[in-house]
């Protein structure tokens, strides 16, 4: 656990809020009771009282913020004006977390990112093949990153790689295809190419690459040292607005987007068609599969909808503690 304080200093003009870091603490119980217990021990040594306490801010951690049995919950009934607020970059990754969980597709979409990437830096002799296609063909195009679950950065910079150099990254794994020896590396970069780089997978490209850059633009100011409560609400309601104006045009926009790098990828511009399992009528009748009526609109209803609704009512929710104060 880490003990960081912030306070006021008020012998200067203008008063400055000041922030310091005190210590690692290695804790081997991680529940709010322990780490409360934890934590009033660590203010008595360094000789703080907590009656002085006026705010307490954690990640989003349930043993954190649990409005019962939480250490933000344990501080307020024992000290009642130290009041709780949620850290804002957290919040937004556990956000993210909660959009790219949100559905079979989501998941399949960052799974073929994370593919992509292992493949190419699997061995250095397929990274350098990708980067002898990337752009001006010494490698200063922008490089493929690595998914990861705590640092919601690096998603943005996967998905760009690919958003802006999809067709360079196409080639390098046609010329793995054809010239590598390894029967592994050629089937993964076949299966990539041609059954997992469809349109679906550029439209979804499109979608992701504009939430995750406009969640990246938020959570960089949101780190700035002189953020002060009320812009971080001004900008967490201009973000869920995003969101909503987003839902209804965001569609039609990345379609077109995607149509265009599907040109330059000399990818079929059209939705890959689904099919829905039906319940049998009788008990003597065989079930049938029957194809969905428009592959576009299942797409939009069970992908794009679903995932940006899942934006909306996440960034809400977690967002309602900054409401109270």
Request: include cysteine.
């Amino acid at each position: 656990m880490t003990l960081v304080i912030r306070c006021i200093d008020v012998s200067t003009s203008p008063i400055r809020v000041e922030e310091f870091f005190i210590t690692f603490v290695k804790v081997i119980e991680t529940t709010g009771e322990a780490l409360f217990d934890e934590l009033k021990k660590l203010l008595d040594t360094h000789e703080l009282d907590f009656n002085n306490v006026r705010g307490q801010g954690y990640d989003n951690g349930s043993n954190m913020k649990g409005d019962n049995k939480g250490v933000q919950a344990r501080v307020l009934r024992e000290y009642p004006r130290a009041f709780y607020t949620p850290c804002g970059c957290h919040s937004l990754n556990l956000a993210l977390c909660d959009m790219a969980m949100s559905c079979v597709q989501a998941k399949t979409f960052f799974g073929v990112v994370q593919r992509i990437y292992k493949l190419f830096s699997g061995s250095t002799k397929r990274w350098e093949v990708l980067k002898m296609y990337l752009k001006d063909g010494d490698g200063n195009g922008l490089t493929l990153k690595s998914w990861s679950d705590t640092r919601w950065e690096s998603r943005v910079a996967s998905v760009r790689a690919i958003r802006f150099q999809g067709p360079q990254i196409q080639q390098a794994l046609e010329h793995l295809t054809k010239c590598s020896n390894d029967p592994s590396t050629v089937s993964d970069a076949k299966s990539i190419c041609e059954y997992e780089m469809n349109f679906d997978f550029l439209v979804a490209m499109v979608i992701w690459y504009e939430i995750l850059n406009k969640v990246n633009k938020v959570s960089k100011v949101l780190q700035q040292k002189d953020m002060i409560i009320s812009s971080a609400i001004t900008l967490l309601k201009g973000l869920i607005a995003y969101f909503k104006d987003y839902r209804e045009d965001g569609f039609e926009k990345a379609k077109v987007e995607a149509e265009k790098l599907a040109i330059e990828l000399n990818i079929q511009p059209q939705f890959r068609e689904t099919r829905v399992r039906t319940k049998k009528r009788f008990f003597d009748e065989n079930a049938m599969d029957e194809p969905i009526k428009s592959a576009e609109s299942a797409f939009k209803l069970t992908y794009f909808l679903f995932v940006v609704d899942n934006a909306i009512s996440s960034l809400t929710t977690r967002f309602e503690q900054f409401q109270k104060y």
